[in-house]
Nanobody, 124 residues
Framework: QVQLVESGGGLVQAGGSLRLSCAAS????????MGWFRQAPGKEREFVAG????????NYADSVKGRFTISRDNAKNTVYLQMNSLNPEDTAVYYC?????????????????WGQGTQVTVSS
């Protein structure tokens, strides 16, 4: 069992930056693939970024490529999402997820554990 707790969300002006963190409990964090998803009001939850178990492979949604960076620190059981050049379209609840498949997968169904989410609001 893995429990995930996100932090770092908040209100930021367009063009600004935020760094989200996701702290994981459990013994096998370093064997899980990790991902970030987001859900805006009235929209489906969508993939943002993923990272494999070692951190050696990453995936990004086209909408965030070049602006967001996912990373992980297996010694700290934590995954991060650095978000730069934020715009109002990035406003959403951001969720951290862990997958036993260990890959940087883009598919929701391949993630087994989810956090409660953290709100990110970007003002224009």
């Amino acid at each position: 069992q893995v429990q995930l707790v996100e932090s770092g969300g908040g209100l930021v002006q367009a063009g600004g930056s935020l760094r989200l963190s996701c702290a994981a409990s459990g013994r096998f964090f370093s064997s899980y693939g990790m991902g970030w998803f987001r859900q805006a009001p009235g929209k489906e939850r969508e993939f943002v970024a993923g990272i494999n178990w070692s951190g050696g492979s990453t995936n990004y949604a086209d909408s965030v490529k070049g602006r967001f960076t996912i990373s992980r620190d297996n010694a700290k059981n934590t995954v991060y999402l650095q978000m730069n050049s934020l715009n109002p379209e990035d406003t959403a609840v951001y969720y951290c997820a862990a997958g036993r498949g260990a890959l940087a997968t883009t598919e929701r169904y391949e993630y087994d554990y989810w956090g409660q989410g953290t709100q990110v609001t970007v003002s224009s």
